[in-house]
């Protein structure tokens, strides 16, 4: 069983940043970071494959937020720029067994708890 634990979420002006870390508790393939707003479904936010050579963004963040890894210390980031008050959500990290790059929830294997970004206006 693999724990991710996610960091770095917290409250900032529109078109500032934040980077958001997710720490695994053991080897994982690809990774995925999703998003929840309040009433609203879980939606994918961006995708990468174990070696980091495939990456994927939803069209809403494609050319503000940067998904990346590094796989010597199990952990996920995602850098966040120009953030939008419509980015605000609870920031989940993903992780599966599988290699291949992953944008259905459904399909990871493994869950962080969560952490809250909140963009003012």
């Known amino acids: 069983q693999v724990q991710l634990v996610e960091s770095g979420g917290g409250l900032v002006q529109a078109g500032g940043s934040l980077k958001l870390s997710c720490a695994a508790s053991?080897?994982?393939?690809?990774r995925g970071w999703f998003r929840q707003a309040p009433g609203k479904e879980r939606e994918f936010v961006a995708a990468i494959t174990y070696s980091g050579g495939r990456t994927s963004y939803a069209d809403s963040v494609k050319g503000r937020f940067t998904i990346s890894r590094d796989n010597t210390k199990d952990t996920l980031y995602l850098q966040m720029n120009s953030l939008k008050p419509e980015d605000t959500a609870v920031y989940y990290c993903a992780a599966s067994t599988m290699g291949h790059l992953i944008t259905v929830p459904s399909l990871y294997d493994y869950w962080g708890q969560g952490t809250q970004v909140t963009v003012s206006s």
């Open positions: 053991g080897r994982t393939f690809s």
